[in-house]
């Protein structure tokens, strides 16, 4: 099992400019949550999504960023436009139903916006 | 309002050494709760999980968890720390909105330094 794929693993980006990371889940896995990571506030919940359609986007800071699953195999994070404050590690992770508690991270986006 | 709290931001212990990272929960209904490791630069990984049942729960690497519930909390546990246990540990609990819907809230973490 290639587990969850996240991509770009690294990136780094000027202030204003449109950011989007990716994510492929590990086939079979029908939940799929976006966390950040920052030194400041631990570990943030920014959305999630049960077989492809958003349950709970209250995380989500502000109307800059925006996610999709489009299918079950892919979902994106957009940030537009990025600011300084938005550096963070971004996860993604996946479970099998949405009740497993039984997250899959993968190795996560670093982002820095100078 | 549920919550997670780790109440130690570090813990340090001499290689060899028991450990214990400590954490309390305030969710409604029955817990349940989880035990995240997360080395650098690395994602979380699943370490073990308390559902029902038996109060000490084991998981990967050694790692145990007592649950209590008078206490509120669920420390997660090992007889003798390796200095490869050096990372950050995230405590977690399932908050469930509904019609089987539901997701983690994590604690801040605790940084374990094991020291040869």
């Known amino acids: 099992d290639a587990g969850v794929i996240q991509s770009p693993r690294h990136e780094v980006t000027e202030m204003g400019q449109e950011v989007t990371l990716r994510c492929k889940p590990i086939s079979g896995h029908n939940s799929l949550f976006w966390y950040r990571q920052t030194m400041m506030r631990g570990l943030e919940l920014l959305i999630y999504?049960?077989?492809?359609?958003?349950?709970?986007d209250s995380g989500m800071p502000e109307d800059r960023f925006s996610a999709k699953m489009p299918n079950a195999s892919f979902s994106t994070l957009k940030i537009q436009p990025s600011e300084p404050r938005d550096s963070a590690v971004y996860f993604c992770?996946?479970?099998?139903?949405?009740?497993?508690?039984?997250?899959?991270f993968g190795e996560g986006s670093r982002l820095t916006v100078l | 309002a549920q919550s997670v709290a780790q109440p130690e931001d570090q813990v340090n212990v001499a290689e060899g050494n028991p450990l214990t990272v400590k954490c309390t929960y305030s969710v409604s209904g029955n817990p349940y709760l989880f035990w995240y490791v997360q080395y650098p630069n690395r994602g979380l990984q699943f370490l073990l999980k308390?559902?029902?049942?038996?109060?000490l729960v084991k998981g990967s690497y050694g790692f145990e968890a007592e649950f209590n519930k008078s206490q509120t909390s669920f420390h997660l546990k090992k007889p003798s720390a390796l200095v490869s246990d050096s990372a950050l540990y995230f405590c977690?609990?399932?908050?469930?909105?509904?019609?089987?819907?539901?997701?983690?809230?994590f604690g801040k973490g605790t940084k374990l330094s094991v020291k040869p």
């Open positions: 977690a609990a399932f908050r469930e909105y509904g019609g089987s819907q539901g997701n983690l809230i």
């Open positions: 308390y559902i029902t049942g038996d109060n």
């Open positions: 999504f049960n077989n492809n359609v958003p349950i709970d």
């Open positions: 992770a996946s479970s099998k139903t949405s009740r497993s508690g039984e997250l899959f």
